[in-house]
């Protein structure tokens, strides 16, 4: 079945640009998620790329998507100690007509002042 | 805040006994999700019903159980616990059935402590 993979955890500090990478194994995807989860609260949704794109930017938020290596990132322009959180990479993992999501194990992002 | 609404916050129980999920939607949305997040498994998929019917499954234990109701709120019923079904249990809803992009709210999520 679908995998996907993360790093655990990324310290950076206040003003720098953060990366955070996913990997995964199923190349039939349609759209790859990234969700932030802040401490005690539920995972909200970041953004999304199609997988015809290479590349979408949101504000301080850009994902690149390299399909040949099944390969997504994350990339945090100017990061700020609010942007403190796990982010986790999320695929479909069933038919079309489902939302099923396979997500990573999620990246810890640590933002030293 | 989501929209999402998860009860009980917490719950505390002993091995072998039985306890309800509940979950009610973001209003409008007609599927709904229900994730488990543990320490060891991380974010784990169980089940997907839209507009009432099962739609899909991941590793869902035979112990568990889920339903949604006509009124589209959702119960997760967990039976025989176990210490390693303590974890933290999500249920996220979303407009469509899914085939993307459909974002999936999450709600604040169930912990449960099997003692």
């Known amino acids: 079945g679908e995998d996907v993979e993360q790093s655990l955890f990324l310290s950076v500090r206040e003003g720098d640009s953060s990366v955070i990478n996913c990997t995964y194994t199923?190349?039939?995807?349609?759209?790859l998620y990234w969700y932030k989860q802040e401490p005690g609260a539920g995972l909200q949704l970041l953004t999304y790329?199609?997988?015809?794109?290479d590349m979408k930017q949101d504000q301080r938020l850009t994902v690149l998507l390299n399909k040949k290596d099944k390969h997504l990132s994350l990339r945090i322009a100017d990061t700020q100690t609010g942007d403190s959180a796990i982010y986790f990479c999320a695929v479909p993992g069933g038919s079309s007509n489902t939302g099923k999501l396979i997500f990573g194990q999620g990246t810890t992002l640590q933002v030293k002042p | 805040d989501s929209g999402v609404t998860q009860t009980p916050k917490h719950l505390i129980t002993a091995t072998g006994q039985r306890v309800t999920l509940r979950c009610s939607p973001r209003?409008?949305?007609?599927?709904v999700y229900w994730y488990q997040q543990s320490l060891d498994q991380g974010l784990q998929f169980l089940i997907q019903?839209?507009?009432?019917?099962?739609?899909a499954k991941g590793n869902i234990l035979e112990r568990f159980s889920a339903q949604q109701f006509p009124d589209l709120h959702s119960e997760l019923n967990l039976s025989s616990l176990e210490l390693g079904d303590s974890a933290l249990y999500f249920c996220?809803?979303?407009?469509?059935?899914?085939?993307?992009?459909?974002?999936?709210?999450f709600g604040p999520g169930t912990r449960l402590t099997v003692l």
């Open positions: 790329i199609f997988s015809n794109m």
């Open positions: 199923d190349s039939s995807s349609t759209y």
């Open positions: 019903y839209y507009n009432g019917e099962e739609r």
């Open positions: 209003s409008g949305d007609l599927s």
């Open positions: 996220a809803s979303s407009a469509t059935s899914g085939g993307g992009p459909d974002t999936q709210y």
